[in-house]
């Protein structure tokens, strides 16, 4: 469980945000505790030691995170028992997750492949661009992204997590250096066959503060209330 940002787009640390009476990262690591043997938390480095603030249970452990997401999981990996067989990523910020979602990734794993990710259909038109020099096309300007390509829709999809691996696969993937935006990427990097399962629509990130207005109407409406 991936909470160890900084908040730089948000303007805080968003994992610690309130949603309800729970903070942000209680409701995606109770998810979590329900299909898993243990949850390693990722927590910046300077909150780990703060065991009794955070909550830990002996299925709970905590762990300091790193300079980037990558850096963070790779320090949560050496936490995980040597005895897993699958091993899921998830990030904090997705604090609706469902049980259905994590038990659909963990099925396509037990069923086979290196790895499964919950994706949706991608509904917007999206571009591939690339920057230029503006004199070289005749714009105004020191430089401009330049559209070059047009991906067709129905090859996309827009990943969620958590994504989840042959534990082994997984740790080899994490043995380079190298940066990626999800796990799968690295997976992928090491000739991994790593499948899609349905996402889900409340799968959301919290990226933005507006994104954290939109998680408690969504809360309010699951208990009924009205948020304010």
């Known amino acids: 469980m991936v909470a160890g940002g900084s908040g730089r787009r948000f303007g805080s640390m968003k994992q610690y945000e309130a949603l309800g009476d ?3 990262l209680d409701h995606a690591v109770e998810t979590a505790r329900v299909v898993s043997d243990g949850v390693v938390l990722v927590l910046p480095q300077s909150d780990v030691a ?3 603030t955070w909550g830990a249970t002996p299925d709970v452990i905590l762990v300091a995170g790193g300079p ?3 850096a963070s999981v790779r320090n949560g990996l050496a936490a995980v028992p040597a005895e897993a067989v699958i091993i899921l990523v998830h990030d904090a910020a997705r604090p609706f997750a469902s049980v259905d979602v994590y038990r659909l990734v963990i099925d396509a794993v037990r069923g086979g492949a290196d790895g499964a990710v919950p994706g949706l259909p991608v ?3 999206v571009k591939v661009i690339q920057v230029v020099e503006s004199a ?5 300007g020191a430089v401009v992204p330049r559209i070059v390509d047009t991906p067709d829709r129905a090859t996309l999809l827009a990943v969620q997590t958590p994504q989840g691996f042959v534990a082994e696969i997984l740790r080899r993937a994490y043995l380079s250096e190298v940066d990626a935006s999800d796990d799968s ?10 499948i899609a399962v349905p996402g889900e629509i409340d799968n959301r990130k919290i990226t933005h503060p507006e994104d954290l207005v939109w998680a408690r109407d969504v809360l309010a409406r699951r208990n009924g209330s009205v948020s304010s």
């Open 22 to 24: 729970r903070r942000v």
């Open 50 to 52: 703060d065991e009794v």
């Open 68 to 70: 980037t997401r990558t």
């Open 123 to 125: 509904t917007d038109t």
């Open 185 to 194: 990427a690295l997976v992928e990097s090491i000739g991994g066959t790593v």
């Open 136 to 140: 070289s096309i005749g714009v105004a």
